[in-house]
């Protein structure tokens, strides 16, 4: 299979490079920094430089591949909320989406558009051309206690709307033929960097505990799953549309706190008050103080086989690297 990738210099990225790779797919990388990728060079990656959320000529390179994943956006954490620090993390989604969208019909038309009797056929494990596009779980907005899956609605949020958007961006290329699956991510864990190291960063300095009132949800995932959904949508042609990217069994931040405490061996009775946050951070604070309790329904009845479904295994398996 030949997977075309944005984003792939990321956590995520790169990690699902090194899985395609191992498995034997030749990987596309599209990168605003090719300088940055040159020890990613090899006989089954090709380095095409380019920014998604500009046209241009590495449009040219999704025309021979199988599938794409799109996983570029600007990092909600990156700087404090301004308004037009909101409007990018909005336009940094939407315009990459439209032209990942535009190179893939562009390419579906050289290859006989989207009438049946003409598309080039699929490939011989059966997988035809695919778009894994990155969304998140605050597609659902702020929510309590009650259980979450593909099928509930979206939220009215900022972070709701984007994600929406975003979406919306993807399934056009729906209508031509092309599968597409978003991938609705929780909070990612990976020691190298992301969420986790920011939430390590306290317990280490022995001031580690709950934000807020410990009580709101955390929908999370193993870097390991992430990148194992993604790998399993591409490989299953059966799944389409909202795919829930979060480990079955979410925990409170009261819990997770409590599970990070115990595998760095520090104490976890330190809390963080919200209003602190929200001084430190801004409206930011929003997402931490809030959250979603997600379950991957459509994963699980696909037959996807997590490897960490509890948190306490997944950071003590970080955490030991």
């Known amino acids: 299979m030949r997977v075309f990738v944005t984003g792939g210099t990321g956590l995520v990225g790169s990690l699902l490079m090194k899985r395609l790779r191992e498995r034997g797919d030749h990987v596309v990388l599209l990168t ?3 300088e940055a990728a040159t020890h990613l060079a090899g006989a089954n990656i090709t380095i095409v ?5 500009q046209p241009g000529p590495w449009m040219d390179s999704v025309a021979g591949c199988d599938a794409v994943v799109n996983l570029a956006g600007e990092g909600i954490f990156n700087r404090r909320w301004s308004q037009e620090f909101k409007d990018l993390i909005l ?3 939407i315009k990459s989406t439209d032209n990942i969208v535009a190179a893939m019909l562009a390419g579906r038309a050289s290859d006989g558009g989207h009438d049946p009797s ?8 059966g997988r035809g051309r695919v778009l894994i596009n990155a969304s998140a779980v605050g597609i659902y907005g702020p929510h309590g206690d009650e259980e979450l899956t593909e099928d509930a609605l979206s939220g009215i949020d ?4 984007v994600c929406s958007d ?3 961006a993807a399934q056009a290329a729906s209508v031509h033929g092309v599968r597409v699956v978003f991938l609705r991510t929780g909070i990612v864990l990976d020691k190298a960097g992301g969420a986790l190291a920011q939430m390590m960063m306290p317990f280490k300095m022995f001031v580690g505990g709950k934000v807020g009132s410990g009580k709101q949800w955390m929908s ?6 992430e990148v194992g959904l993604i790998l399993f949508a591409l490989d299953h042609s059966e799944i389409s549309g909202p795919l829930n990217a979060c480990a079955p069994n979410p925990v409170t931040n009261r819990e997770f706190a409590a599970a990070l405490g115990a595998a760095l061996g520090r104490p976890s009775f330190f809390p963080t008050p919200g209003f602190m946050l929200r001084v430190m951070v801004g409206e930011a604070a929003e997402i931490i103080t809030t959250g979603q309790r997600v379950f991957p329904k459509k994963a699980q009845a696909a037959g996807y086989v997590f490897k960490f479904k509890g948190v306490e295994a997944a950071l003590r398996d970080l955490l030991a690297k």
């Open 32 to 34: 605003r920094r090719p």
């Open 49 to 53: 430089n380019g920014d998604p959320g």
């Open 91 to 93: 336009t940094s989604r």
């Open 118 to 125: 003409l598309a080039r056929p699929a490939n011989e494990t």
């Open 158 to 161: 900022f972070l709701a709307k």
């Open 166 to 168: 975003w979406e919306k």
């Open 220 to 225: 999370w995932i193993h870097n390991e799953d």
